[in-house]
């Protein structure tokens, strides 16, 4: 494999506006012109120039690539405190998804595994669930290496951001990412408990109940002993 055809890094930053397939198509038109506006002036305004980035089109959302040489707590910082900034509201409730790895461009697109993980990160049931029932204007779901390597060093001026520990089961991907929702860390810090806690198996929809007191045994599907009842379940 030559230089030219290895992969660059950069760090990958997904927009999706929630309910935009329940739209018109002039609504829609109108939606997406104000998603891209707002990515622009937030990242314009958040120091990292919007120009400087490659924006591929999602129909409902974007994905943003931005170069390797802009400072991680950049992103993580001014341009994702305008970008959730209560005061400029969306057109629609986002969903916001980042990570950092490594991508090829075939000329046709962005392509390769950290693609498809941020995108895996932006459908994510946790942060759908958060944009759902927080009533924020924005959810955001950042990779653990991007948590890890950066978001957990607390770097900026500003106060810090409350990342919470969510699993990530998404199709092939198995993995843990961290949610936040400015300006709501209650709210976030219930949802990951929630994601976190163990399923309890289904009850069983029918069968027998069978309570025994005494020796018993079972041979050959029969239960011997004493004080033996039985109670058929219902089905509901």
């Excluded at 806690?197 to 009850?203: F, H, I, N, T, V």
Aim: hydrophobic residues 40%.
């Amino acid at each position: 494999m030559t230089a030219g055809h290895y992969p660059l890094p950069a760090t990958l930053l997904v927009a999706d506006l929630r309910g935009f397939g329940s739209l018109t198509n002039p609504e829609q038109l109108a939606a997406r012109s104000a998603l891209y506006s707002r990515l622009a002036v937030s990242f314009d305004e958040g120091g990292v120039p919007w120009d400087g980035c490659a924006h591929e089109d999602r129909g409902d959302g974007v994905l943003v690539v931005v170069p390797a040489k802009v400072p991680k707590p950049v992103l993580l910082g001014p341009v994702l405190d305008r970008l959730t900034d209560a005061r400029r509201p969306w057109p629609r409730p986002v969903r916001i998804a980042l990570h950092a790895g490594d991508l090829h461009h075939d000329g046709l697109g962005f392509v390769g595994s950290d693609v498809n993980h941020v995108f895996r990160l932006v459908e994510a049931t946790p942060l759908r669930e958060a944009l759902t029932t927080s009533g924020a204007p924005a959810a955001v779901l950042i990779s653990d290496e991007l948590y890890r390597g950066t978001a957990r060093h607390g770097y900026g001026p500003g106060p810090a951001r409350g990342y919470f520990p969510v699993p990530v089961a998404e199709k092939e991907t198995r993995v843990t990412a961290w949610l936040t929702i400015p300006g709501a860390d209650a709210a976030a810090e219930r949802i990951a408990e929630r994601a976190r806690a163990p399923r309890r198996p289904a009850r069983p929809a029918g069968g027998v109940a069978l309570s025994a007191g005494g020796d018993q045994h079972v041979t050959n599907s029969l239960l011997a002993g004493r004080s033996v009842t039985g109670a058929r379940r219902r089905r509901h």
